[in-house]
């Protein structure tokens, strides 16, 4: 697999990145430590994590797989902080305390003494900016995260927190794909200009530009899933049917899958430096690994991104 730098930073990650957030949930530990071992023996690299995900049980997971699936140094680790959920309530704090204190759950949970990126997961309307990057900051320095970054940060707040913090931002992770074109408008301008890279997660659209969707709601899928159907719901509309229906009609004609052509399609954009996959079964992922990601012929590409616009 091909890898890529993150902005202008030294650090070097795969064009794919697996996610996490199913794990110790959807996906139990057999299927991760597989998922683990084939990600990985494709020539994967970055594993994405966040102390949010199963309330730090997904964490707990990767650290119980590491030297026994994969060695350490075999992996890039990025993991979250700021952001948790209970009893169905979102919960944003990116104090330096609290920051501060999940960095070092995290770790405990991961089972290893740093991490490769560590992200502030949201924005904190109530904490000063700089008091967030100042644990940051600090995090770096002390050597318990090697970079760090923002995630859901909206254009100007990413470009505030390059401009202000007194250390190297090296990514963003936000939401893009043929189906979220929402980061063309400020984001991808904001990282560029900085010097950051995407990591773009939900890369299928939450799954529905894999064209499973099409006519009918799998019963193993997250759309059917009441815990996890709201996540799909907002692209199961007649708008982004239009946009699916263009993905498959091109991976008929190149003689590819429609998540080859919808991954491809984004990796190849200005400023991503990796995909975030989140696939929840070893049968997910192997046909995910299975993609040329290969450039689109420009003529199909621009025909997407019109398609795309327009809906």
Same mark, same amino acid.
């Given at each position: ?69 994969? /060695? ?72 318990? /995260? ?166």
């Amino acid at each position: 697999m091909q890898q890529r730098y993150v902005g202008n930073s030294g650090l070097r990650v795969s064009a794919l990145s697996l996610g996490t957030m199913s794990w110790a949930r959807e996906t139990d530990e057999q299927d991760a430590s597989e998922l683990l071992r084939t990600f990985v023996d494709a020539g994967g690299t970055l594993i994405d994590t966040a102390a949010s995900y199963a309330e730090g049980q997904a964490e707990a997971v990767l650290g119980g797989l590491l030297g026994d699936v994969v /060695a350490r140094s075999e992996v890039v680790i990025s993991t979250k902080a700021g952001l948790s959920t209970s009893d169905g309530r979102r919960r944003v704090d990116t104090s330096r305390s609290g920051m501060l204190a999940g960095l070092d759950a995290s770790l405990a949970r991961l089972g290893t003494d740093y991490v490769d990126v560590w992200f502030a997961h949201a924005w904190d309307p109530n904490v000063p900016l700089q008091e967030t990057l100042s644990a940051m900051e600090f995090a770096v320095s002390s050597g318990r /995260a090697r970079y760090a970054g923002v995630s859901n940060f909206n254009g100007w707040q990413t470009a505030k927190a390059a401009a202000i913090a007194g250390f190297p931002l090296v990514a963003n992770q936000s939401e893009y794909s043929l189906l979220q074109r929402g980061p063309e408008d400020e984001i991808l301008p904001a990282v560029e200009d900085a010097g950051l890279g995407l990591l773009a997660w939900a890369p299928l659209g939450r799954g529905v530009l894999s064209g499973k969707y099409r006519g009918h709601i799998p019963s193993d899928s997250r759309a059917a899933h009441k815990r996890l159907a709201g996540y799909v719901e907002p692209y199961l509309v007649p708008e982004s049917s239009r946009i699916v229906e263009a993905v498959a009609m091109a991976a008929r004609g190149l003689g590819r899958t429609p998540v080859d052509v919808s991954l491809s399609w984004l990796i190849a954009q200005n400023g991503v430096a990796s995909a975030l996959v989140g696939a929840r079964t070893p049968v997910q992922l192997k046909e995910i690994l299975a993609s040329q990601l290969a450039p689109l012929p420009p003529e199909i590409a621009r025909a997407l991104e019109d398609v795309s616009l327009a809906s």
